[in-house]
């Protein structure tokens, strides 16, 4: 007998690592599901995959009613099965402290925190239902070390790394892995943002200026079906992202000293 395609749920589909993962699971076989805010990106992104292969819906990560439909949705088509959900959606909101809007502040905590909380939530009656099932939380390196004019944004995604290792031992009972994906800086959109209000100087051109590496998103796409399918439990994308694990373990002043010139803080 024929295995059953299997499945996985991508927020954050509209571009970035969440296209660029919906992609790769498509190209190998894997029934996607893609949701977004952004509802052109959403489309951009279903015109690259297969059309009997992918459903496509409206998500705000941060709406638990819309996580209810959605997971509806996406077990009607899937004959409630999900094996892998991708919770990648994220935003990049920066800045001194004292000078981000509250706005700014709350979005960060609502998308990069609650809402993984939220899909967490949401998808594990179809989790449990599906054998071998797990989540892949991406987090990001601004979870294994903190930097400078993005203290909120690193505070979600240190907290995403502590919802994985927490719920991997909780949800082990239900037989659902819990891991995290930890990209160094992608070329995403995020990286074209504006750190500071008032600024003109995107986080993109302070990267390039100081010679930091920036990675493609199919490197994260790569890693995020080893994510799916590998027996770590958090797992870094590029070099970098390796080396920073390494020196906020063994070295973290020789790290930190090298953040602040990294990031302009001399």
């Known amino acids: 007998m024929a295995e059953p395609q299997k499945s996985i749920f991508v927020t954050g589909a509209g571009s970035g690592i969440g296209r660029a ?49 959605a997971m509806d949705g996406f077990g009607t088509a899937t004959g409630r099965r999900m094996h892998v959900l991708f919770n990648n959606a994220g935003v990049g ?108 100087r995107r986080v993109r051109d302070a990267l390039i200026e100081n010679k930091t590496p920036i990675y493609p998103v199919r490197m994260a796409a790569e890693r995020a079906w080893d994510a799916a399918h590998g027996s770590d439990i958090h797992y870094m994308v590029g070099k970098e992202a390796e080396r920073t694990r390494f020196a906020a373990r063994f070295f973290p002043n020789a790290l930190r000293n090298r953040i602040k010139m990294m990031m302009g803080d001399d």
């Open 21 to 69: 993962t919906a992609q790769l699971f498509a190209e190998r076989g894997w029934f996607v599901g893609l949701s977004d805010i952004n509802q052109q990106g959403l489309e951009e992104t279903a015109a690259l995959l297969p059309e009997g292969q992918r459903i496509s819906m409206m998500l705000d990560t941060r709406d638990r009613a819309a996580w209810k439909r």
């Open 93 to 200: 909101k920066g800045g001194l402290l004292e000078d981000m809007p509250e706005a700014d502040i709350d979005l960060v905590l609502d998308v990069n925190l609650k809402g993984v909380i939220n899909g967490c939530a949401e998808a594990l009656p179809l989790l449990r239902e599906t054998p071998g099932a797990r989540i892949v939380n991406v987090a990001s390196v601004a979870g294994v070390m903190g930097a400078p004019r993005m203290a909120v944004y690193c505070a979600s995604k240190f907290g995403v790394r502590g919802l994985t290792e927490a719920l991997d031992v909780e949800y082990s009972r239900f037989g659902v892995r819990v891991v995290s994906l930890m990209p160094w800086f992608m070329d995403t959109p995020i990286i074209d943002g504006i750190p500071e209000p008032g600024s003109n």
